[in-house]
């Protein structure tokens, strides 16, 4: 009898496991998703020139179109809505926030290297760019667990 208590058991205790896995790996998915989202939007900020000094040779962002692209596109991607919040149709059930978008134009000298000890990201760009931090949670399917809370890096150069 104890036998078969005991394979009971560890057929739960397998399962449990098996489930703390399948949670995991969805976490992993969502993680490459959520980078994908952060690296294009990094690149749609880093596109928006203003292009009067761009008419004289130089690379000067235009700030506000820039934020505006780079959440343009976290939106789209993300399925998030005007306020960076998850719509029902979001794989993420927490709101993402922008915490750095950081312009680096004409007006920095280079190879320009930022250092973010609070984040932990550090990143050299040789050419104008955009430096680009996300943080976003991801509820797991097991509650006990708690959340993930991931902050997400990308950077993008320009091509002259």
Same mark, same amino acid.
């Given at each position: 009898m104890y036998k078969l208590i005991l394979v009971i058991l560890m057929a739960v205790a397998c399962f449990v496991l098996y489930a703390v &896995?399948? %949670? /995991? /790996?969805a976490a992993v998915q969502v993680f490459f998703q959520l980078k994908h989202a952060v690296n294009r939007a990094a690149h749609a900020a880093a596109q928006q020139v203003d292009? +009067?000094?761009l008419a004289d040779g130089y690379i000067i962002y235009d700030e506000e179109a820039a934020r505006y692209e780079a959440e343009r596109y976290l939106r789209l991607n993300l399925?998030?809505?005007?306020r960076l919040q998850p719509t029902e149709h979001s794989f993420l059930k927490g709101a993402v926030m922008v915490r750095e978008l950081l312009l680096i %134009?004409?007006? +920095?000298?280079?190879?320009? +290297? =930022?250092?973010?000890?609070?984040y932990d =990201?550090?990143?050299t760009l040789y050419k104008p760019g955009v430096i680009l931090i996300v943080e976003? /949670? =991801?509820?797991?399917m097991f &509650?006990?667990?708690g959340p993930i809370i991931w902050q997400v890096k990308g950077a993008a150069e320009i091509i002259r």
């Open positions: &896995q399948m %949670d /995991e /790996e292009l +009067h000094h399925k998030l809505d005007e %134009d004409d007006s +920095h000298t280079f190879p320009y +290297h =930022y250092e973010n000890a609070q =990201y550090d990143v976003a /949670e =991801y509820d797991r &509650q006990a667990i």
